[in-house]
């Protein structure tokens, strides 16, 4: 026991404080207490000397009486917590209790913190807030029974299935999530610990979050409907998924479409989804496993046309159409029997319509076992559904023609034998087609995807000429450049190229990427030189055959001149006209004679020229026209 220097220093300390005080044992037994404390207790210090901390105050405080007692018996450093004290008219009193250690006693001082009514009838302006409040509030007692609730908890939960004495709180939940209510609640009421957490109601259809309160032996539970946060969450998510599955392409359309729906459905239990494709003038059923079988099997076995299902509405019309009452709604009674043996009692169908045809790609249908139309929250997130499956099947059809396309552009570099190229002039990566490889004998791998690889393989002597004319095209901000020059083949050898390119640019007019083809012309260039050479060579052969010709072209030239014209019967005239003739044929025989010498060429005999066409040998007369201008003679064009 402390001696009485100790008891008087406590005197001195608790006498005339405020504060809850007493002084214990370590086995919990109180040696002293102020009247503050005292009074709270309803009795005189006094009486309080020897009794247990365990009895400190009346039974209507046995939770602090327990919780002094175990921190006293249980000490081992100083500590402080808050509790509440429930007065005799039964508003609660919270206190902040400390508890430390002064030689072999205990000290334990509590300071109020704060008065509050605990019934909510106490104080009436509370009670108008409360019930009045946007929010759900439940009072429940220590057994758990609903002892009150606000005119918003009335009307949120309520349901034709609630009896009027029913505890509407606990009836809007599935038993096992009843179970977890009883365990929260039971901690709260033990440990006087809030507890917050999220559950759904099936019943309700709506998401809540539930913050309980306990105060002394009655909880008050704060619930708020977090639905919209919730689903908005969710489908967020499962665009994010959904989106990441299709842009893989790693699964097929109706996978995506499927794992879709069993998203969607995991929002809303209570909803059933399916998307009908519409294809070639056909519909394809893609679902989850949540529709019975026989429905399905309906749809695979038999891929209805649209004609036969246009009565609906949603096909037709381009609009939603909800059916309330499949039973009722003679736009399904080619179908209900199939839906209504499986309790299925509603059905509502929404177009998915293309951008830029505006025709009906496909159908999201949703169906429901109760008769009864979509929720303002459920309609928002079946239209974030319908744009997710519209992005998917445009993606589809987008993916369709580009695939069409590249078959076509595979078809054209087959059929015209360019090496295409796409040079991007941002990253300098280039693209070249399989043709590189057929022309030149470079596989696209060996071209190393770079401009530099492109500019080595330039002959040295057509490098800079081809580099200076691209440059200019870009500095003109030109979109076509065309040059010829020669390029490096694999066995070292070079072929003529004819390239075209179609320079692309930003919106700042910055070159971004150059598109083109390469031709092979080498054997059109080779075709041109040797024409050119055997032009060089008639015009050559013209120029020496003409000195052999101007002999008897003078001679007939001079006896034109002898003629009398004047008496063509003139005896001389007949003479002249002999030597015209002698004259006339030496000039035949000259020209034979340099056709002969032409065909002697045996370059003119792999080009073709040993059978002149009616060009070639009109080519020749002009050469030699050219030849003897000099002269004032016209060959015969016959």
């Known amino acids: 026991m ?39 207790a309803g009795c005189s210090s006094a009486d309080l000397t020897g009794r247990s901390i365990g009895k400190l105050f009346t039974q209507n405080n046995k939770t602090l009486n327990d919780l002094l007692y175990s921190r006293v018996i249980g000490f081992e450093n100083e500590e402080s917590f808050i509790s509440n004290i429930r007065q005799k008219n039964g508003r609660l009193m919270s206190v902040t209790w400390r508890i430390c250690k002064i030689d072999e006693v205990r000290v334990i001082s509590g300071t109020i913190t704060k008065k509050y009514r605990s019934e909510i009838q106490a104080d009436e302006r509370l009670k108008a807030i409360i019930e009045n409040a946007s929010d759900c509030f439940f009072i429940l007692n220590s057994k758990l029974d609903l002892i009150y609730q606000n005119k918003a908890a ?112 995991s929002i809303y239990p209570s909803l059933t989804g399916a998307v009908l494709q519409i294809e070639d003038e056909q519909m394809n059923l893609i679902s989850s496993s949540k529709l019975p079988e026989n429905y399905l099997s309906q749809w695979r076995n038999q891929k209805v046309r649209i004609s036969e299902v246009t009565d609906s509405g949603v096909e037709f019309f381009k609009k939603s159409v909800i059916c309330y009452d499949l039973e009722t709604d003679e736009r399904w009674v080619n179908y209900k029997e199939l839906l209504l043996c499986h309790g299925f009692r509603s059905c509502w169908t929404y177009p998915i319509l293309s951008n830029k045809t505006k025709e009906v790609m496909a159908v999201f249908a949703v169906y429901i076992r109760e008769n009864r139309i979509p929720t303002e929250n459920e309609s928002r997130s079946i239209a974030r559904i319908c744009n997710i499956i519209k992005i998917i099947f445009e993606d589809l059809k987008q993916d369709n023609a580009l ?64 580099i200076r004319s691209l440059r200019e095209c870009l500095r003109k901000k030109e979109s076509g450049w065309v040059a010829e020059y020669r390029l490096k083949c694999k066995d070292d050898g070079f072929k003529c190229v004819y390239n075209r390119g179609y320079i692309l640019y930003d919106d700042l007019e910055r070159p971004i990427s150059i598109i083109g083809a390469i031709q092979d012309v080498t054997a059109l260039k080779e075709r041109e030189i ?68 032409t065909l002697q060429d045996k370059s003119f005999e792999t080009s073709g020229l040993a059978h002149p066409s009616a060009e070639q040998k009109n080519s020749f007369r002009v050469a030699l026209e050219e030849e003897m201008k000099g002269q004032s003679v016209k060959l015969n064009s016959n």
């Open 403 to 466: 695939l069409q396309m590249n078959k076509r552009y595979e078809m054209v570099i087959r059929a015209t034998n360019d090496a295409i190229y796409d040079w991007n002039l941002l990253s300098d990566e280039v693209y070249w087609s399989a043709n590189l490889h057929t022309i030149f004998g470079y596989t696209p791998e060996e071209a190393h995807d770079t401009k530099h690889w492109w500019i080595r393989h330039i002959h040295k002597d057509d490098r800079a000429e081809t």
């Open 530 to 597: 040797e024409i050119l050479e055997q032009n060089n060579k008639l015009k050559e052969i013209a120029r020496v055959s003409s000195h052999d010709l101007r002999r008897p072209v003078t001679s007939i030239l001079g006896l034109v001149s002898l003629l009398n014209k004047n008496d063509f019967t003139n005896e001389s005239n007949r003479d002249v006209i002999d030597y015209l003739k002698l004259a006339t044929q030496e000039l035949d025989d000259v020209i034979h004679s340099v056709v002969n010498k």
């Open 154 to 265: 009335s009307k949120k939960f309520s349901s034709p299935s609630f009896d009027e004495d029913s505890n509407i709180f606990f009836g809007s939940f599935p038993e096992e999530t009843n179970a977890k209510f009883i365990e929260h609640f039971s901690n709260a009421f033990n440990s006087q610990i809030r507890l917050k957490f999220v559950e759904f109601s099936a019943v309700l259809n709506c998401w809540f979050s539930i913050e309980v309160v306990p105060l002394g032996d009655q909880l008050n539970i704060l619930v708020d409907d977090i639905s919209d946060r919730i689903i908005d969450h969710k489908l967020n998510e499962l665009e994010l998924k959904t989106f990441e599955l299709n842009l893989t392409k790693n699964y097929a359309v109706d996978v995506v479409i499927k794992d879709l729906l069993e998203g969607f459905e």
């Open 2 to 40: 402390p001696n009485q220097k100790l008891y008087d220093f406590i005197d001195c300390i608790i006498g005339h404080s405020t504060d809850l005080i007493c002084v214990c044992t370590d086995n919990g037994v109180i040696i002293k207490a102020n009247q503050a404390l005292a009074d709270q």
